[in-house]
């Protein structure tokens, strides 16, 4: 995650794994958040293995390829040329190829084409640095953003059972941490305009996920206020949550989409926990908010009912924007 003011992030607390009432009527949808299988691809993607996910490096795109194999078994095709591994270069290191993964899942219609709504996560994190007081020197980035990856893979496996009128594309960024260099490259190109222009609402996530339910929410990018911010507000609001709208910041890929005119949305969950006081609270962060450190990995005490509440909010953003006849 690029950085930001930390006391809007929430990070996690023991709690029992929830899954909340499905809205779709898909069989495969009515089973809501996968949460073992979210809580088991963000481990993976955070595992020592992949050293951190680190910029130019070969981990990084082992990661990278990991989630096109992952779309592609969704379904998902190509928005540049032939593969969903889309290669760029940057002026800090001319001769490193890295790779952004951008494939789009068809509408109900098995189209690809016209009004899209895209969803992106970043893969890249700080790779092999500094070493902690306990020796660690790999930075996991579970949360940031192993954990957005694997819901973002969630909510694409849920479209793809119960796909919409418009396609969903899902762009998975490289080297954000190095100054969101993987978007402002992608819109550098000649032919971007072809996904810019169709884009009526893109959705980041690089916030981890809140324990239990978090009652509000900071939506970044929809002020001035914009269909897609309205629609995040109202099923937010039916859920028995607030929200708040700010302006578009430099803090997330969707940013440099914003300055192209794109409608974004950033949710960032606040400091209000549903059942929890802010002793409670602070205990939580303690425990598990480790930013851009070694200690953000998995934990055999990950809360999976906050992944399960905000994966199925961002579902039903999703579902509700790919609705042909709602206007965006």
Same mark, same amino acid.
């Given at each position: 995650?690029?950085?930001?003011?930390?006391?809007? #992030?929430?990070?996690?607390? !023991? *709690?029992?794994?929830?899954?909340?009432?499905?809205?779709?009527?898909?069989?495969?949808?009515?089973?809501?958040?996968?949460? *073992?299988?979210?809580?088991?691809?963000?481990?993976?993607?955070?595992?020592?293995?992949?050293?951190?996910?680190?910029?130019?490096?070969?981990?990084?795109?082992?990661?990278?390829?990991?989630?096109? %194999?992952?779309?592609?078994?969704?379904?998902?095709?190509?928005? #540049?040329?032939?593969?969903?591994?889309?290669?760029?270069?940057?002026?800090?290191?001319?001769?490193?190829?890295?790779?952004?993964?951008?494939?789009?899942?068809?509408?109900?219609?098995?189209?690809?084409?016209?009004?899209?709504?895209?969803?992106?996560?970043?893969?890249?994190?700080?790779?092999?640095?500094?070493?902690?007081?306990?020796?660690?020197?790999?930075?996991?980035?579970?949360? %940031?953003?192993?954990?957005?990856?694997? @819901?973002?893979?969630?909510?694409?496996?849920?479209?793809?059972?119960?796909?919409?009128?418009?396609?969903?594309? *899902?762009?998975?960024?490289?080297?954000?941490?190095?100054?969101?260099?993987?978007?402002?490259?992608?819109?550098?190109?000649?032919?971007?305009?072809?996904?810019?222009?169709?884009?009526?609402?893109?959705?980041?996530?690089?916030?981890?996920?809140?324990?239990?339910?978090?009652?509000?929410?900071?939506? @970044?990018?929809?002020?001035?206020?914009?269909?897609?911010?309205?629609?995040?507000?109202?099923? !937010?609001?039916?859920?028995?949550?607030?929200?708040?709208?700010?302006?578009?910041?430099?803090?997330?890929? *969707?940013?440099?989409?914003?300055?192209?005119?794109?409608?974004?949305?950033?949710?960032?969950?606040?400091?209000?926990?549903?059942?929890?006081?802010?002793?409670?609270? !602070?205990?939580?962060?303690?425990?598990? %908010?480790?930013?851009?450190?070694?200690? %953000?990995?998995?934990?055999?005490?990950?809360?999976?009912?906050?992944?399960?509440?905000?994966?199925?909010?961002?579902?039903?953003?999703?579902?509700?924007?790919?609705?042909?006849?709602?206007?965006?």
């Amino acid at each position: 995650m690029h950085a930001y003011n930390r006391l809007l #992030f929430v990070s996690f607390v !023991a *709690v029992a794994c929830a899954r909340p009432a499905a809205t779709q009527s898909s069989p495969s949808a009515q089973r809501g958040a996968d949460t *073992v299988a979210i809580s088991a691809f963000a481990r993976e993607l955070a595992s020592d293995a992949y050293r951190g996910r680190g910029p130019w490096t070969a981990d990084n795109e082992r990661a990278a390829r990991r989630l096109a %194999d992952e779309l592609r078994r969704l379904g998902a095709q190509p928005v #540049f040329g032939s593969s969903l591994l889309v290669p760029f270069t940057t002026e800090p290191r001319p001769r490193d190829t890295v790779f952004n993964v951008i494939g789009v899942l068809p509408s109900k219609s098995r189209l690809t084409t016209g009004e899209l709504i895209g969803l992106t996560a970043h893969i890249d994190h700080l790779g092999v640095d500094q070493a902690d007081a306990r020796g660690d020197s790999i930075y996991n980035g579970f949360l %940031d953003d192993a954990m957005g990856m694997a @819901m973002i893979i969630d909510v694409a496996r849920r479209y793809a059972a119960a796909p919409g009128d418009r396609p969903l594309v *899902v762009m998975f960024f490289n080297l954000e941490e190095q100054g969101l260099l993987g978007s402002k490259a992608l819109l550098t190109r000649a032919d971007a305009a072809s996904l810019t222009s169709r884009l009526k609402l893109l959705i980041g996530v690089d916030a981890g996920a809140p324990a239990g339910e978090a009652m509000e929410w900071q939506l @970044m990018g929809a002020s001035p206020l914009h269909a897609g911010g309205r629609l995040a507000d109202s099923l !937010a609001r039916a859920r028995g949550w607030t929200t708040t709208q700010t302006p578009p910041r430099a803090i997330n890929d *969707v940013f440099p989409f914003a300055q192209r005119g794109v409608p974004i949305v950033f949710p960032i969950p606040g400091r209000t926990w549903k059942g929890y006081s802010e002793a409670q609270r !602070a205990e939580a962060m303690r425990r598990f %908010d480790h930013y851009h450190q070694p200690s %953000d990995e998995w934990n055999a005490d990950f809360p999976l009912i906050g992944v399960a509440t905000f994966a199925d909010w961002l579902w039903s953003i999703v579902h509700e924007a790919s609705d042909a006849r709602r206007p965006l």
